[in-house]
């Protein structure tokens, strides 16, 4: 069991959608002090008067976490002026539409991946160390469906998920033979009712999540060092139905029949 009551937590993204559930529902299960890191200043601001007139102990830092210069700097002030994380929350991410891979630009390539990829590596190394030596920690790592998943129109936001899903799995191997007391939880949810993904469709198969129901299962899964949070259900179906179907039939199953790589036509996100 990962003790909530107590930690510092640090979420990034949390000044809105999950992250920023997340971060309610670590408060409400004790945790000592949130820190926020978001780079939208106005919800930094409205998400933390909000979280303060509960008389929870909220530190918002305006941080672009695709910035690894100043994610540095960041870890270091949070150091000084707030302590020691226990919790860290790799939430922050970011999708910039629906085009198919040959129109996208190399600009977007490099954003999507700094911010979805790099940045939760670059974090985590400022405050693992130190998790480590205390013998204590918990990382959360969001990851997405779309980290297990092909699927068109999306082809580097899934490239930028698959390698957060390998990265943090290794890690949590390294952690665990190391003894370190350090744990790890990969979550992998499917859309998500938070507006990023707007437009998209979604069916009985891949239903749209519920944000409250989901958070709530990532803050279970830190309290019960759940190694994965995979949502709904049917996603903790795709690595076996991957490996025993061949690809063309799940094309044809899992893609068509069901319309999962049909589903960001209509994306419009926020
Ligand atoms: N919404 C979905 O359907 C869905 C599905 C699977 C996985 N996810 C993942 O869950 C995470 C949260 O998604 P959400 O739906 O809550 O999104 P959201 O857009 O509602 O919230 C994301 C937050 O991250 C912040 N952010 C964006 N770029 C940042 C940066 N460079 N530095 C710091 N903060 C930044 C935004 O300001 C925002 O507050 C993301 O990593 C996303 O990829 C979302």
Redesign the pocket.
């Known amino acids: 069991m990962t003790k909530i009551k107590d930690t510092i937590v640090l979420v990034?993204?949390g000044?809105?959608?999950?992250?920023r559930l997340m971060g309610d529902m670590c408060l409400q299960n004790g945790a000592a002090k949130l820190i926020i890191?978001?780079?939208?200043k106005e919800?930094l601001d409205s998400t933390t008067r909000e979280l303060r007139a509960f008389h929870f102990i909220v530190h918002p830092y305006l941080?672009?976490?695709?910035n690894t210069q100043l994610v540095i700097e960041m870890a270091a002030k949070v150091k000084q002026e707030v302590g020691m994380v226990d919790i860290l929350i790799n939430?922050?991410?970011?999708i910039t539409g629906n085009k198919m891979f040959s129109e996208i630009s190399h600009h977007d390539v490099d954003k999507i991946m700094d911010?979805?990829t790099n940045a939760l590596m670059h974090v985590t190394l400022e405050f693992l160390p130190e998790m480590i030596k205390k013998g204590f920690g918990h990382i959360v790592n969001?990851s997405?469906?779309a980290g297990m998943l092909a699927n068109p129109q999306m082809s580097v936001y899934c490239a930028s998920k698959w390698a957060v899903a390998g990265w943090s799995e290794s890690m949590r191997i390294e952690l665990e033979n190391g003894k370190t007391g350090v744990h790890v939880t990969t979550v992998n949810?499917?859309?998500?009712d938070?507006?990023?993904?707007t437009g998209v469709s979604t069916n009985w198969l891949i239903p749209l999540l519920k944000p409250e129901a989901l958070a709530a299962k990532v803050v279970r899964a830190v309290k019960y060092n759940r190694l994965f949070v995979r949502a709904p259900f049917m996603v903790q179906l795709i690595p076996f139905t991957r490996g025993i179907i061949p690809v063309r039939l799940f094309d044809l199953i899992v893609g068509k029949w069901f319309g999962v790589y049909r589903s960001m036509h209509g994306f419009k996100g926020r």
Do not use: H, L
């Not at 949810?189 to 998500?192: Q, T």
């Open positions: 990034t993204g000044a809105s959608g999950i992250g890191w978001d780079v939208n919800k941080v672009d976490v695709g939430n922050a991410g970011i911010i979805n969001i997405s469906a949810p499917s859309y998500i938070t507006g990023m993904f």
